[in-house]
């Protein structure tokens, strides 16, 4: 159960510093990795119900594409939208452990953010997670037009949001606003930068990497979209910290759109941590990263008026 309202949000305004933070949460991932998948799940669930959200953001649920999906909606949210794939290594996490984090990036672009609930191996591998992220993209498309939508993601939301992001501009020959890219697991069969980070384990993404590919092929575009056809992909902005396993995967992927001709721009986070930005509501830094990605958001929507 969330705790209503969110009165220890005040910590995002305390200059906590990063390894004192990193250092807890380092520690509690590492217990909670050891555990069954199922498990890990669950108390994952509990452990983001603690973080607050903002409380002037409208939370709902709809179904887009025949999935089941949060909608975070801002005072005041203008035309523009943003669909978001939830990180957690293809196999845990889900919107509702996202909320928190969702409502202060809804409430930094001032835009609805959607984010669909897909499917998570071991139960459903490759193409299930892949399915799902692009069936969702094709169904918003019915509710927002291409030209007044950011296509995000984090880490394994990452890899699905540059998926669905390609999709729609291929299949759909959609003209998308932007696109939003933290830490993204742009190759889940590449072997990971090192043991480890805060957030993640070099142990832990493979076990789950082999979980979500069960056999597929690691050179398929829809496995590592970093393989396929980039071009016409939109704007483009990639977060990650300057340390962590994935860093070297995030450059990969702002080379392979530059490549592509597309305009990206890598920005490289000091002191930071893997998807810190979900730490939102609770973390300076993550908190003020987050305002950057909706000041990105509003300035490649099209402006109303």
Not at 9 to 35: C, D, E, H, N, W
Not at 122 to 133: I, K, T
Not at 196 to 220: F, H, I, R, S, V
Request: hydrophobic share 45%.
């Amino acid at each position: 159960m969330r705790i209503p309202g969110n009165p220890h949000a005040l910590l995002r305004f305390v200059p906590i510093p990063t390894p004192v933070s990193a250092l807890g949460i380092q520690s509690l991932l590492r217990t909670i990795y050891s555990m069954p998948i199922p498990t890990q799940r669950t108390l994952l669930e509990t452990v983001s119900e603690l973080l607050p959200s903002a409380g002037d953001v409208k939370v709902e649920w709809t179904t887009l594409g025949g999935l089941r999906t949060l909608v975070l909606t801002p005072p005041n949210a203008g035309a523009g939208a943003v669909y978001y794939l939830h990180g957690g290594a293809f196999c845990v996490m889900s919107p509702n452990a996202y909320q928190s984090f969702l409502t202060w990036l809804a409430q930094a672009s001032g835009c609805r953010v959607y984010a669909p609930e897909y499917a998570l191996a071991p139960e459903n591998p490759f193409p299930a997670a892949y399915d799902d992220a692009v069936a969702g993209a094709y169904s918003i498309l019915d509710r927002v037009p291409a030209n007044q939508l950011v296509v995000a993601g984090d880490s394994a939301g990452g890899n699905l949001a540059l998926s669905a992001a390609r999709a729609l501009t291929r299949s759909r020959h959609a003209s998308l606003a932007g696109l939003v890219l933290i830490s993204p697991w742009s190759e889940p069969a590449a072997p990971p930068a090192g043991e480890g980070d805060a957030m993640l384990t070099e142990k832990w993404l493979n076990e789950c990497a082999d979980a979500y590919l069960d056999g597929a092929n690691p050179g398929d575009p829809r496995v590592s979209p970093i393989f396929g056809d980039l071009t016409g992909l939109p704007k483009t902005l990639i977060h990650a910290a300057d340390d962590e396993i994935l860093n070297p995967q995030a450059k990969e992927t702002a080379q392979a759109l530059r490549d592509a001709g597309v305009d990206v721009e890598l920005v490289e986070l000091s002191g930071f941590m893997h998807s810190g930005h979900i730490f939102s509501g609770v973390l300076r830094p993550a908190a003020q990263q987050t305002e950057a990605l909706g000041a990105f958001i509003r300035s490649v929507l099209p402006q109303e008026g």
